[in-house]
């Protein structure tokens, strides 16, 4: 009778039709929960900053009410919702320190900035404190219940240590486990290997409705989205580029000559990254003199790199300006050109090309390139058979192999055609694809520019960790075994140009 009642408030929860934009609210408000999906949970804390953590947790655990507020007929531990708080706000203030600085260190102010990000967003919640606290459950039992479903079975010690799907906090999983038990999604049993835990069928069932949520308030490609930006972070960008894309200098070129700049220009470069375009292939040098480049870029890693270039090669006409191409903080008509280079398959690409479109003067033109649309690099004959495992994972979920950033052949063009822009005009560009360097291969397109970020994100930490280890120890093996014309295919990218009216 209790297991049932359990079982029923939990599913009210789960198909509670606001959840799914509940939890788009909260992730988009900076109440983030998926610590291991930013890599960011082995960052260091410091002991101030735990103790606060300890202290706001217990206030905001205490402003909830007693355990049985959340889980009326079933009781849990004592300290278990100031564990829910401390993971949570530990989690905000290691995402923080994680996507905004590199001093990879939570200190006392970082987790007080995460204190007031909640109060915050639950006072605009209908449900206060207790919209953070179903937030938290619909994620972190969606990666209990996925790890049960993905390994079929786990031991119970092995579940509780959190090893293979959590290792980040395994305060709270007794308690989990035994609301799983008792809700009747997950079944005990014992075997010659121990206690076993499986999922049952009405877990499975509440892992499904759990799937949906999180694929319809886009939590799971925000997830998938966070690898890429954690990869990027850490990756020699430069170096990778080049290396898979030896032709991209070449092809670049190739796009900006189309519209040549001229000295006194004001140019803006959105997306600048490393400085690739503005830097190295010396964009700054074809408005001198009087010219200035404008570089906006919204990752601080890579805008950290673009400043060192330009500090080391004592370049003053590029201003460097931290922002997104959606949302320019710039007045309407400033330009004489704007450009964006492998940049707006990462954006809202109509809000960005309207942008684009609004900053730049009447009569100037207003340009973009962009990599292969819809590139499956299956084409290239070595990575079909070396991608397998990933191919066969994608087919079993019902997803498609590879996440190409969003934008399908045509809607760039598309975009810049609904804008006042005039003279559009498309070229197609060749851009070889090589994984002749099947490492840097590896760390662009399987982990960097995460075209798989959306099947990897599913998979349980651990399993996603050995996943990825046994597909590069793969590529080893064939590579050594590949011709090299097997190890690269020509595709085509897209360059484009419009001008904007005079009036
Ligand atoms: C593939 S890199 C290209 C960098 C550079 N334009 C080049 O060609 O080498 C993509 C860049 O777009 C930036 N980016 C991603 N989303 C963006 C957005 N919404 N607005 C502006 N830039 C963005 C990333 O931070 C990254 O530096």
Redesign the pocket.
């Known amino acids: 009778m209790m297991a049932r009642s359990l079982y029923s408030i939990g599913w009210q929860i789960v198909t509670d039709p606001d959840l799914s934009d509940l939890v788009r609210r909260a992730y988009t408000n900076g109440v983030v929960m998926d610590t291991w999906m930013h890599g960011g949970w082995q960052a260091e804390i410091t002991s101030a900053a735990e103790i606060r953590l300890t202290e706001l947790a217990a206030g905001f655990a205490s402003e909830v009410g007693t355990e049985e507020t959340i889980w009326p007929v079933y009781p849990l531990s004592d300290q278990y919702l100031s564990h829910l708080f401390q993971a949570v706000l530990r989690s905000m203030a290691l995402f923080e320190v994680h996507t905004q600085s590199d001093v990879k260190l939570v200190t006392e102010r970082t987790v007080e900035q995460a204190g007031v990000t909640l109060q915050q967003f639950a006072a605009g919640e209908t449900w206060g404190l207790h919209a953070v606290v179903r937030v938290f459950h619909v994620i972190w039992s969606f990666e209990d219940l996925n790890a049960l479903r993905y390994f079929r079975r786990l031991g119970r010690d092995e579940f509780l240590s959190g090893v293979s799907h959590r290792p980040w906090v395994k305060d709270l999983l007794a308690d989990q486990l035994s609301l799983y038990l008792r809700m009747g999604l997950v079944k005990e049993s014992l075997t010659g290997k121990g206690d076993m835990l499986r999922l049952t069928p009405r877990g499975r069932s509440v892992f499904e409705e759990m799937e949906r949520i999180l694929e319809e308030s886009g939590e799971l490609a925000w997830r998938a989205n966070q690898q890429r930006?954690d990869i990027?972070r850490d990756m020699d960008?430069d170096t990778v580029?080049r290396v898979v894309g030896p032709d991209?200098d070449q092809a670049?070129r190739t796009f900006l000559d189309l519209r040549p700049l001229k000295p006194g220009m004001q140019v803006l470069?959105?997306?600048?990254?490393?400085?690739?375009?503005t830097v190295d292939m010396e964009l700054y040098k074809e408005v001198l003199p009087g010219g200035v480049v404008v570089a906006?870029?919204?990752?601080p890693t890579?805008e950290a790199h673009l400043q060192d270039k330009c500090t080391k090669e004592d370049i003053t006409n590029v201003q460097i300006v931290r922002?997104?191409?959606?949302h320019l903080p710039f007045e309407d008509s400033q330009f004489d050109q704007t450009v964006?280079?492998?940049?707006l398959h990462?954006?809202?690409v109509d809000e960005?090309v309207q942008e684009m479109v609004r900053v730049t003067k009447p009569g100037g033109w207003v340009g973009a390139?962009l990599?292969p649309p819809d590139v499956d690099v299956r084409e290239i004959p070595m990575v079909a058979l070396w991608l397998r495992p990933l191919s066969e994972l994608a087919e079993e979920w019902g997803l498609p192999f590879g996440d190409r950033n969003g934008l399908p052949p045509g809607r760039l063009e598309e975009a810049f055609r609904q804008t006042s822009l005039q003279d559009v005009k498309i070229w197609p560009v060749p851009v070889t694809i090589t994984a002749e360097d099947h490492h840097a291969f590896f760390t662009f397109f399987v982990k960097g520019?995460a075209v798989f970020q959306h099947t990897l994100a599913r998979l349980p930490y651990r399993e996603r960790v050995n996943f990825l280890q046994h597909l590069e120890q793969r590529g080893e093996q064939i590579a050594a075994q590949t011709r090299p014309d097997e190890k690269r295919h020509v595709y085509y990218g897209e360059a484009i140009w419009g001008r904007v009216p005079l009036n």
């Open positions: 930006w990027f960008y580029f991209s670049t470069e959105l997306g600048a990254g490393t400085g690739r375009v906006v870029e919204p990752s890579m922002a997104y191409a959606e964006a280079v492998a940049v990462f954006t809202e960005a390139l990599p520019a």
